[in-house]
């Protein structure tokens, strides 16, 4: 079956830059638009950023926008999220997601609209 594996993450400083990736394995012959949410402590998880199939439309919540980048790899359904300018704010398990359906802006912010799910990689800040 399909599977969505996170690496990178870890621990920074305010100010400074990680780097998240994830790969889908299993089932590639379809190619999946794919997505970054995160979940804060005592939070509700809450859409990142999201990339399109080909690459082409990539949208951003507003408290990321700037400093956070979302690039699809060179192997198929491969994502990387370069967050610089780290917050503390930013503390949160972040998750990769993938689909197969989204056709609006409005849907790439919902989870629902998601197929798979990464395991979760934990994103510290310190200040």
């Known amino acids: 079956q399909v599977q969505l594996v996170q690496s990178g993450g870890g621990l920074a400083q305010v100010g400074g830059s990680l780097r998240l990736s994830c790969a889908v394995s299993?089932?590639?012959?379809?190619?999946?638009?794919m997505a970054w949410f995160r979940q804060a402590p005592g939070k509700e998880r809450e859409f990142v950023s999201y990339?399109?199939?080909?690459?082409?439309?990539?949208h951003y919540a507003d408290s990321v926008k700037g400093r956070f980048t979302i690039a699809r790899g060179s192997a198929k359904n491969t994502v990387t999220l370069q967050m610089n300018d780290l917050k503390p704010e930013d503390t949160a398990v972040y998750y990769c997601a993938a689909e197969l359906s989204i056709t609006s802006t409005h849907a790439m912010e919902l989870e629902r609209w998601y197929d798979y799910w990464g395991q979760g990689t934990q994103v510290t800040i310190s200040s």
């Open positions: 990339i399109g199939k080909n690459g082409e439309i990539s």
């Open positions: 299993g089932r590639t012959y379809s190619t999946y638009g």
